[in-house]
């Protein structure tokens, strides 16, 4: 039997959520205080169009949280063979190692 031998700290649904609408704030907020960047120079507040809406993954609860790693990373059988030929003359000498799993 072969073990995980590490598994990676992941986010949870609603973690990911949560930093997802993170980023998407920290984008909007980035605009609004920079509406000169955004808007050309008639002012006619363009920079508007560069505010992001939160898309429907983060703003919806579906009760769906799966652990991907549990469900794809688990304890399995392995097995291990060597296979080893060798030969040859004077004139000619081979070797051949294969592994094989």
């Not at 609603?14 to 997802?20: A, L, Q, R, T, V």
């Not at 507040?45 to 652990?67: E, F, H, M, Q």
């Not at 790693?69 to 003359?89: F, I, P």
């Amino acid at each position: 039997m072969v073990d995980i031998s590490k598994q990676l700290k992941l986010l949870n649904a609603e973690e990911y959520k949560s930093k997802h609408k993170e980023m998407y704030e920290n984008w909007n907020n980035h605009v609004e205080n920079h509406q000169d960047i955004y808007d050309p120079p008639q002012g006619n507040g363009s920079w508007r169009n560069r505010l992001a809406n939160l898309p429907d993954y983060v703003t919806k609860n579906t009760g769906i949280d799966t652990d991907w790693q549990d469900a794809v990373l688990r304890t399995g059988l392995s097995q291990n063979y060597m296979l080893s030929v060798r030969g040859g003359e004077m004139v000619l000498i081979f070797n051949f190692i294969q592994p094989c799993q």
